[in-house]
């Protein structure tokens, strides 16, 4: 357990994909927004102008097109390439303001700091205000920033810096009168804090636990032996005790999953098989970009399990290499036979995808004795020359067989896609 004076920021990107496109597209702002997950399916985020409509998060888009007629709504497919370069400037700027252990990446649009060193030094407050100025000025992203005293803590206070107006978007508790602290503590529901479920909240309401600080004022003991060692850290957390560290370096991957659901029923094997090959092929550089090797993969298929008109079809296969590879031709190969195994004519697939399992680090692995050194290098050198060539012309320039043509029957439905303001081909125009 941690030392109970350590203070710690979360930076959170208000509504991310909403903002980053607003960011290019300013005709969006003060309008209602929504954007779609895969196959323009259910809203993964929404303008508070759409949440003010009543559009709740997941729901999928059929069931509120009268709302999105009625009102105007404008509805965008999710543009990952987009979302994930302006989230790697967000995190480049708060990277400037602590050292690189004194930062923690928690998601695309989250990130926590540890200001422990900087409190006698600066005004906390006032330096997190200089964070949100910069990252607003610098890529026009507004975000909202919660100060407490432990992880826990600072996500709450990320909450309040959200919902209250009067705290201008940087909530710090540690400067907070007890009274008021309490105050607003009883007015959030406990489902609100960082952890706790949904099957938990259940249980906190049958103890008369309603409430954060009804939670906050729990003996942290006791609750970890009705509960688990978790629920005792989280009640310690809200007390102001620090029991999560920060993790400036993401653990290491156990498994690698590429896989999405298709824009319509597939049932033929070639097609399949571009599908397949895609989803090696992105698992791969995922692969290569954590310098790790692969020892087994795992290539599945599913139909459509609400499809009551037809029986439920589920199948997967394994593979293992006799040693552990990172080379895209041994992965795709290897997957190719699977699917082989798997496929079943006349089934309507909605989803395949592969697993990549047996992860070991790249750097620390012993080949065996008997290992053939001329084919891992030119493998290695293969790989080079491919991620050069993608790195300078773009992924689809180059790869395995003809899964990245235009118009596959199995590509994701994405109606409502912006373009990629960071390629070539997206760069914005100044017309006259």
Not at 317 to 327: I, Q, V
Request: net charge neutral; proline share 3%.
């Amino acid at each position: 357990m941690n030392s109970p004076e350590r203070i710690y920021a979360l930076i959170d990107i208000n509504n991310c994909y909403v903002s980053c496109e607003r960011v290019f597209n300013p005709s969006l702002n003060h309008r209602p927004v929504i954007v779609l997950s895969n196959n323009d399916g259910c809203a993964v985020a929404r303008s508070n102008e759409a949440k003010a409509l009543g559009i709740k998060m997941g729901v999928p888009l059929f069931q509120v097109q009268d709302i999105v007629r009625q009102h105007q709504v404008v509805v965008l497919s999710s543009n990952y390439a987009l979302y994930a370069e302006m989230s790697n400037r967000f995190h480049s700027i708060l990277a400037g303001y602590v050292a690189p252990h004194e930062q923690e990446i928690y998601s695309i649009d989250e990130c926590f700091l540890d200001l422990t060193s900087y409190a006698q030094h600066f005004d906390l407050t006032r330096y997190a205000r200089e964070m949100k100025q910069r990252i607003w000025a610098w890529i026009g992203l507004p975000v909202s920033i919660g100060i407490g005293r432990s992880k826990t803590e600072a996500k709450l206070a990320n909450h309040l810096a959200k919902k209250w107006p009067g705290f201008a978007g940087v909530c710090n508790v540690l400067e907070l009168d007890y009274l008021d602290q309490e105050t607003l503590y009883a007015g959030i529901e406990v489902g609100e804090v960082w952890g706790v479920g949904r099957k938990l909240v259940k249980k906190l309401n049958q103890m008369g636990i309603h409430s954060v600080l009804d939670l906050a004022m729990q003996d942290a003991h006791r609750m970890g032996s009705l509960f688990s060692v978790l629920m005792q850290r989280t009640v310690l957390e809200l007390q102001g005790i620090s029991c999560l560290q920060l993790e400036d370096a993401p653990a290491p991957k156990q498994q690698i999953v590429a896989s999405r659901s298709f824009g319509e029923r597939i049932t033929e094997l070639d097609d399949l098989k571009e599908a397949m090959g895609k989803y090696v092929q992105d698992a791969v550089m995922r692969l290569r970009a954590d310098a790790s090797l692969c020892g087994c993969i795992i290539a599945f298929v599913q139909s459509n399990p609400f499809d009551q008109n037809t029986a439920y079809y589920s199948k997967s296969l394994a593979f293992e290499f006799p040693e552990p590879t990172d080379c895209v031709l041994d992965l795709i190969h290897a997957a190719m036979q699977l699917l082989q195994g798997i496929y079943k004519p006349e089934v309507k697939y909605k989803k395949c995808g592969v697993i990549l399992t047996g992860l070991v680090s790249k750097t620390r692995y012993v080949p065996d004795l008997l290992t053939d050194h001329r084919q891992r290098e030119s493998n290695e050198q293969l790989m080079q020359a491919l991620e050069a060539v993608q790195a300078r012309y773009g992924k689809t320039k180059l790869a395995v067989g003809s899964c990245y043509l235009p118009q596959r029957k199995w590509s994701m439905n994405r109606t409502h896609l912006t373009q990629n303001y960071f390629s070539w081909q997206g760069l914005l125009k100044i017309t006259h």
